[in-house]
């Protein structure tokens, strides 16, 4: 991008307007070329979340849906645990599971600091 600015004297002769390397031509033809003929998303899809509250006609069964989601996860962080520890049993000397559990903690902790709860400190 090129650009000047304002003569130091005031003369306004010299003012120039910024000046792209690539007209607006040039832009939608490489547009193009990457993208298609397809029109480009302003935004993304919907997010699971969003998704949920979408596909269900109030808030009550939207709240249900994502608090029975929430309970599969928290089934599934059980079972991973339970795998994870049994990974650490069998490699006891490795600090790197500790590591993982630590962020999990941290994590968590955001979570329940979210929900309205005391962010555990040790």
Known sequence: MVQ???D???????ISRK???????DIRALTREKHGSAPIPLSTAAG???RVAMATTNATDAYRAARERLDR????IQDLLHAHANKQQADSRNWGFAGDLGHVVDV?????????G???TT
């Open 108 to 116: 968590l902790n955001d979570a329940i600091e979210f929900l309205g």
């Open 19 to 25: 000046q792209h390397a690539l007209n607006p031509r």
């Open 4 to 6: 000047s600015g304002i």
């Open 8 to 14: 130091p004297h005031g003369d306004s002769d010299s």
């Open 48 to 50: 699971p979340s969003e």
């Open 73 to 76: 996860q928290i089934k599934q």
């Open 118 to 120: 005391t962010r555990e």
